[in-house]
């Protein structure tokens, strides 16, 4: 999410222009859309002069919601909107100073704090939230309730995959993608030998929350392994699923295999997926779904329509996140933030979800909402960027990635994730062995703590 999504947002748009109207149709005869009677079309009683939300940047989709809201109920909008990472400390800010804040956003990593700290304002209590609560997918949920309370609504949601250029497979003469990690490492082996790829794989491995740590995460658990157990302790230890993994992705790097790209540790989502359209790699991944609509996309990808979508190896597992709305307890008004805060992660006075509509069809995020993720939305939407219904299957193998690493729940999990990044890039740049990375992570554990 810190890479540049206002490309990928203008430049997905396009590619799908010329299908809307036959998308449009078919929502209009969806159950999850055009339910203009419920409670999201009712006024409140109370009035308000005017209402704010603070966000982070993405495209033009504030200055519309903003728009349609004043439309729709005569109150204008004010936007407060800052670059993903300034967004918390931003929003810290604010709340401090005794600002009015009605309605915010969060990744999966901040919202336990903003709970914790007493920003966020619950919503069992408020029309129709037990509706949406509903209709969640499994992760989404995992995020948006907090000790069993609803505190959120959905942003987007998404699912690591992996990619593969088809082109240079057949090249190779494979006849399938790899299905295990010795075919990977055979497949790139085979790439790199035969002239085909200098650097067969891409790896995500740039710093950020979810990028670089997002890899080694999901790798270890599709290898069977976590990061913590039940009881938060630490599965670091010597003889890991996490520790070995660690050290079978160093070797794909310089002083071991010499089959990764040296760019992995550059990229994030979106960047990466604008280095894998060069046709430079075999494979990448893992990494979020929607890069397919930049290696996808003949105005972006000199290689479009040639990008595959793959599952992970062996059975499948792979991990999920979701990012969600709030209403803040400095809210003006608690009855208009509400209203406020559907128009952007629930249903608009229409009765449809029209935010999760325009981020399927237009950027391939996926939603929050099952109904949104059953519908014609999502299936014709994305057709354009990839194979449907097997990002599909991969979605249903998906975990929540606090499954995987339930430090995301603690006010540690910050600073600690800043040392893991650069841990792990020593690590995979070969300054230091992969038992050593994780023994200091293993200490700064309790370092973090300490300092919280």
């Known amino acids: 999410m810190t890479d540049d999504f206002n490309a990928k947002w203008e430049a997905s748009r396009r590619r799908v222009l010329a299908g809307m109207g036959a998308v449009g149709a078919s929502l209009i005869a969806s159950n999850a859309f055009a339910q203009a009677d419920g409670p999201w079309a009712t006024p409140p009683k109370s009035k308000v002069d005017r209402l704010n939300f603070v966000v982070w940047t993405y495209g033009d989709i504030y200055t519309k919601i903003a728009k349609r809201f004043q439309d729709d109920w005569g109150v204008p909008v004010d936007s407060t909107i800052s670059s993903f990472n300034d967004h918390p400390p931003k929003l810290a800010a604010m709340y401090a100073a005794g600002e009015k804040i009605d309605v915010s956003q969060s990744s999966p990593f901040s919202f336990?704090?903003?709970v914790a700290q007493g920003l966020v304002e619950p919503l069992d209590d408020l029309p129709g939230a037990k509706e949406y609560a509903a209709d969640f997918t499994a992760f989404t949920k995992q995020v948006a309730?907090?000790?069993?309370?609803?505190?959120?609504?959905?942003?987007?949601?998404?699912?690591?995959?992996?990619?593969?250029?088809?082109?240079?497979?057949?090249?190779?003469?494979?006849?399938?993608?790899?299905?295990?990690y010795d075919e990977l490492i055979e497949h790139c082996v085979k790439a790199k030998k035969d002239g085909v790829s200098r650097y067969p794989i891409l790896w995500i491995a740039g710093v950020g929350l979810e990028q670089l740590p997002g890899t080694w995460y999901q790798m270890t658990w599709n290898k069977g392994g976590t990061f913590f157990d039940k009881q938060g302790n630490h599965m670091l230890g010597a003889g890991s699923i996490a520790r070995e993994t660690l050290k079978w992705w160093a070797n794909t790097f310089e002083k071991g295999l010499d089959i990764a790209d040296p760019e992995s540790l550059k990229v994030q989502f979106t960047s990466g997926a604008k280095a894998f359209g060069a046709g430079k790699n075999l494979y990448r991944g893992p990494s979020h779904h929607y890069g397919l609509n930049i290696c996808n996309d003949p105005a972006q990808s000199p290689i479009a329509g040639k990008v595959k979508v793959l599952g992970s190896p062996g059975d499948g597992k792979t991990i999920a996140d979701a990012h969600v709305y709030f209403i803040t307890t400095a809210n003006r008004n608690k009855e208009w933030a509400w209203k406020l805060l559907q128009y952007l992660g629930g249903k608009t006075k229409d009765g449809q979800y029209s935010q999760a509509i325009s981020l399927a069809k237009d950027a391939m995020l996926g939603s929050g909402y099952q109904s949104v993720m059953n519908s014609?939305?999502?299936?014709?939407?994305?057709?354009?960027?990839?194979?449907?219904?097997?990002?599909?299957?991969?979605?249903?193998?998906?975990?929540?990635?606090?499954?995987?690493?339930?430090?995301?729940?603690?006010?540690?999990?910050?600073?600690?994730?800043?040392?893991?990044?650069?841990?792990?890039?020593?690590?995979l740049t070969g300054?230091?062995?992969a038992d050593a990375c994780c023994d200091n992570l293993i200490k700064g554990i309790a370092d973090a703590k300490r300092k919280v």
């Open 112 to 114: 336990p704090n903003f």
């Open 145 to 180: 309730t907090v000790n069993g309370k609803l505190m959120g609504l959905p942003y987007f949601a998404t699912s690591w995959v992996w990619n593969y250029y088809s082109e240079m497979l057949e090249k190779l003469k494979i006849d399938k993608p790899m299905s295990s």
């Open 376 to 427: 014609d939305a999502i299936k014709t939407g994305w057709a354009p960027w990839g194979d449907v219904p097997e990002i599909l299957k991969i979605w249903d193998k998906s975990a929540y990635i606090g499954e995987v690493c339930s430090s995301i729940y603690q006010p540690w999990h910050f600073p600690w994730t800043d040392q893991l990044n650069i841990e792990v890039q020593k690590c």
């Open 431 to 433: 300054q230091i062995t």
